[in-house]
């Protein structure tokens, strides 16, 4: 088992994970985003896509770039490493995109933005696949000493985007969904989580 294989019933059963709704962002404020981020994205949806890899690229990864230098680079952005925590119990894999205030970017360190893509495009299933990966990065945290909770977050086909906040155990999915065509409202979503968590921004 990997992160792509679990279902609802394994995070309930190996983990005692609960899951409950409410808007996580109700106060966050509209980013407008730069003209550099509207170029790309108008680049990367005329160019089209032919894989999931494609659709990262040419949608995901500018969204985050942009967060990125909104921020001054305050924070890492791990893509495509593994984040192999217990095998044992299927919490190893590759995550598409890992946030992290660590400096270190030869492997994955204290962990508080995890990011699916929705595989076939479906928001669900990369959503327990966050889950899971989000029950790694808390365990990793724990390991390394690092106090970080809650950790946040994502499934996404690029276009549409579904955020998800885990503490104590428990799993809070965003009721409000976000999209690419309303770019103020995501990115003031994602600034949100990096607000949320940049008192971690201490770790080495």
């Given at each position: ?176 969904r976000y999209y690419l065509g309303q770019l103020p409202t995501l990115l003031g979503a994602l600034q949100a989580i990096v607000e949320a968590t940049r008192q971690y921004s201490t770790i080495a």
């Amino acid at each position: 088992m990997a992160y792509p294989d679990f279902t609802l019933y394994d995070l309930r059963q190996k983990f005692g994970a609960h899951f409950r709704a409410e808007t996580l962002f109700p106060d966050a404020a509209a980013v407008q985003p730069s003209e550099w981020l509207l170029q790309a994205l108008a680049r990367g949806q005329g160019a089209g896509f032919n894989s999931e890899k494609s659709r990262s690229e040419r949608l995901v990864t500018p969204v985050l770039l942009e967060l990125c230098d909104l921020n001054h680079n305050a924070f890492s952005i791990y893509s495509g490493m593994n984040l192999d925590v217990d095998p044992g119990l299927g919490l190893r894999g590759e995550c598409d995109f890992i946030f992290s205030y660590s400096r270190i970017q030869d492997f994955i360190t204290a962990p508080v933005f995890c990011i699916a893509e929705a595989k076939k495009q479906d928001l669900e299933l990369g959503t327990l696949q966050c889950a899971a990966q989000l029950i790694a990065a808390h365990r990793l945290n724990e390991f390394e000493g690092n106090p970080v909770q809650p950790l946040y977050g994502c499934s996404t086909t690029g276009v549409e985007w579904r955020f998800l906040k885990y503490e104590g155990n428990t799993f809070i999915l965003d009721e409000r969904r976000y999209y690419l065509g309303q770019l103020p409202t995501l990115l003031g979503a994602l600034q949100a989580i990096v607000e949320a968590t940049r008192q971690y921004s201490t770790i080495a």
